[in-house]
């Protein structure tokens, strides 16, 4: 395939290239010249689309850039989003007893799943007394926005072995257990949400997504890729109760397992989350005595895990949210002294950033969060939030950033993504702490694996608008015209 008329996104708007893509890789960039495309024109179009031909494009100074990546999916999690009752909008408990009570809802193998609520500034407690008085006949999960907690009814409560809880509110590994086993859909029903959701992904941009599903996902992966997917590379994490299957089978960080499979991160969780209120903080959470949050793994423990993975060659990827969490991450990863990645880095003390960069540690952020997080970090880390999702500072204390979404806590939309991280802003709201903004060049490069560069796989992002000149606004309203994945095709609206 051949790329005419094209310009690079941070070259000179007035340098015109043509750019040459075989087996998956960029061969040549060549100036376009006013002959070349005159010669283009001529080409006889039935020519052009046959299959024996080499395929120009004329992209008509469009801009093109690197294919954008997502470093943080939950892959089954998000295919099953657009099949749930969307609880997004709902701002009380009783609300969300009221939607259940009065809406059609869609169930499959006899329970009722909805998702997405965020119960932290809530006034009044989510029971399973209330659930069951909106709908008693069938059981009901409702996964929060978050992933770290789940509201079930009496019924579900006994489907999934919980039968004396109290409340009927899970938590932390209770919940993770429940959203595990949700997941655990037909195969062929599965794939196909996948596919849907995949081709959306790719009409963004997306050529990759690091797959941090809680399960064995290599096995699925395979079987999608054997019957055809080919919308965008994947590597697939490792959590702990896999971790000695993943040794076993010769398993490291990586390695190519297929052409768009490769083996990724080993993936441990030591807190929770802030909707929830198990972040692992230095202070207590404001009006829950000394509530500090919840450390799922001792940090003795997280050591063993982080060098067992490192050892048997997997790197570490720790999910920590709250402060005192990440100082007990960053203080693990020194004491094996391992590389790795911080997945969320979300509130951090200022001693703690420069030691991202120090001991060689990438921050996997998710700009998204600041703006869903924003009213619940002013009411819950006041005081704080000036050092929550603290892009600016972790880049200019020389931290490496890796952007993504943790979809489906926020959309798998790199746009979105990037929009947030540049601007601090959603829904026409005053920028969220302006000051840790980040400008367009450095998002795009902490949401790209590749450049535009002769030898480089043939990734690429077709747009209308040069992504530098844009505003928050427009760049989460960006159009892609086409997403190129390995020199071929996987959306294409020129």
């Given at each position: 395939?051949?790329?005419t008329?094209a310009?690079?996104?941070g070259?000179?708007?007035?340098?015109?290239?043509?750019?040459t893509?075989?087996?998956?890789?960029?061969?040549?960039?060549?100036?376009?010249?006013?002959?070349?495309?005159?010669?283009?024109?001529?080409?006889?179009q039935?020519?052009?689309n046959?299959?024996?031909?080499?395929e120009?494009?004329?992209?008509?100074?469009?801009?093109?850039?690197?294919?954008l990546?997502?470093?943080?999916?939950?892959?089954s999690?998000?295919a099953?989003?657009?099949?749930?009752?969307?609880l997004s909008?709902?701002?009380s408990?009783t609300?969300?007893a009221?939607?259940?009570?009065?809406?059609?809802?869609?169930?499959t193998?006899g329970?009722?799943?909805?998702?997405?609520?965020?119960?932290?500034?809530?006034?009044?407690?989510?029971?399973?007394?209330?659930l069951?008085?909106?709908?008693?006949?069938?059981?009901?999960?409702l996964?929060?926005?978050?992933?770290?907690?789940?509201?079930l009814?009496?019924?579900?409560?006994?489907?999934?072995?919980?039968?004396?809880?109290p409340?009927?509110?899970?938590?932390?590994e209770e919940?993770f257990?429940?959203?595990?086993a949700?997941?655990?859909?037909?195969?062929?029903i599965?794939?196909?949400?996948?596919?849907?959701s995949?081709?959306?992904?790719?009409?963004?941009g997306i050529?990759?997504?690091?797959?941090?599903?809680?399960?064995?996902?290599?096995?699925?992966?395979?079987?999608?890729?054997?019957?055809?997917?080919?919308l965008?590379?994947v590597r697939v994490?490792?959590?702990?109760?896999?971790?000695?299957?993943?040794?076993s089978?010769g398993?490291?960080?990586?390695?190519?397992?297929?052409?768009?499979?490769?083996?990724?991160?080993?993936?441990?969780?030591?807190?929770?989350s802030?909707?929830t209120?198990?972040?692992?903080c230095?202070?207590?959470?404001p009006?829950?005595?000394?509530?500090?949050?919840?450390?799922?793994?001792p940090?003795?423990?997280?050591?063993?895990?982080?060098?067992?993975?490192?050892?048997?060659?997997?790197?570490?990827?720790?999910?920590?949210?709250?402060?005192?969490?990440?100082?007990?991450?960053?203080?693990?990863?020194?004491?094996?002294?391992?590389?790795?990645?911080?997945?969320?880095?979300?509130?951090?003390?200022?001693?703690d950033?420069?030691?991202?960069?120090?001991?060689?540690?990438?921050?996997?952020?998710?700009p998204?969060h600041?703006?869903d997080?924003?009213?619940?970090?002013?009411?819950?880390?006041?005081?704080?939030t000036?050092?929550t999702?603290?892009?600016?500072?972790?880049?200019?204390?020389?931290?490496?950033?890796?952007?993504?979404?943790?979809?489906?806590?926020?959309?798998?939309?790199?746009?979105?993504?990037?929009?947030?991280?540049?601007?601090?802003?959603?829904?026409?709201?005053?920028?969220?702490?302006?000051e840790?903004?980040?400008?367009?060049?450095?998002a795009?490069?902490a949401?790209?694996?590749?450049?535009?560069?002769?030898g480089?796989?043939a990734?690429?992002?077709v747009?209308r608008?040069?992504?530098?000149?844009?505003?928050?606004?427009?760049?989460?309203?960006?159009r892609?015209d086409?997403?190129i994945?390995?020199?071929?095709f996987?959306?294409?609206?020129?």
């Amino acid at each position: 395939m051949k790329l005419t008329n094209a310009r690079i996104v941070g070259d000179d708007a007035s340098v015109l290239v043509d750019v040459t893509l075989s087996e998956g890789r960029i061969v040549a960039i060549e100036p376009h010249t006013a002959s070349d495309a005159a010669a283009e024109t001529a080409r006889d179009q039935t020519a052009r689309n046959e299959a024996s031909s080499p395929e120009v494009v004329d992209l008509d100074g469009r801009w093109i850039m690197p294919g954008l990546w997502d470093q943080h999916v939950h892959s089954s999690m998000w295919a099953q989003q657009a099949q749930r009752l969307d609880l997004s909008h709902t701002t009380s408990a009783t609300e969300v007893a009221v939607t259940l009570a009065t809406s059609v809802l869609p169930h499959t193998d006899g329970i009722i799943v909805g998702q997405g609520f965020r119960d932290a500034l809530w006034p009044d407690q989510p029971t399973r007394a209330l659930l069951d008085s909106a709908v008693s006949e069938i059981a009901v999960v409702l996964v929060s926005g978050d992933l770290h907690s789940c509201w079930l009814n009496s019924l579900a409560l006994e489907r999934f072995g919980f039968y004396d809880h109290p409340t009927g509110f899970l938590r932390e590994e209770e919940a993770f257990a429940v959203g595990s086993a949700l997941s655990r859909v037909e195969p062929d029903i599965l794939d196909g949400w996948i596919h849907e959701s995949a081709q959306e992904a790719a009409s963004r941009g997306i050529v990759g997504i690091v797959d941090l599903e809680m399960t064995w996902e290599f096995d699925n992966w395979h079987r999608r890729m054997l019957e055809g997917f080919d919308l965008f590379r994947v590597r697939v994490g490792v959590y702990p109760r896999f971790l000695e299957r993943a040794i076993s089978e010769g398993l490291a960080t990586g390695q190519q397992l297929a052409p768009l499979l490769e083996v990724g991160p080993f993936k441990v969780i030591t807190d929770g989350s802030l909707n929830t209120r198990t972040a692992y903080c230095m202070e207590s959470y404001p009006g829950d005595g000394e509530n500090r949050g919840m450390l799922n793994i001792p940090p003795d423990e997280l050591i063993d895990w982080i060098r067992t993975a490192s050892d048997a060659g997997l790197s570490p990827a720790v999910h920590a949210i709250g402060d005192d969490a990440n100082r007990l991450a960053l203080d693990a990863f020194e004491a094996v002294g391992c590389r790795g990645r911080i997945e969320h880095a979300q509130l951090l003390s200022p001693e703690d950033i420069p030691r991202f960069a120090a001991l060689g540690i990438a921050a996997s952020v998710q700009p998204e969060h600041a703006m869903d997080d924003r009213d619940v970090a002013d009411a819950y880390w006041a005081g704080r939030t000036h050092r929550t999702i603290a892009l600016r500072t972790l880049l200019d204390a020389g931290a490496e950033l890796l952007m993504g979404s943790d979809a489906p806590v926020a959309p798998l939309d790199p746009w979105a993504t990037i929009a947030s991280a540049v601007s601090r802003s959603r829904d026409g709201r005053e920028p969220w702490h302006p000051e840790q903004c980040i400008t367009i060049d450095e998002a795009l490069r902490a949401s790209t694996q590749s450049t535009i560069a002769i030898g480089e796989v043939a990734d690429i992002v077709v747009t209308r608008k040069n992504p530098l000149d844009c505003s928050g606004e427009e760049l989460r309203a960006m159009r892609v015209d086409a997403t190129i994945l390995d020199g071929r095709f996987t959306h294409n609206e020129l």
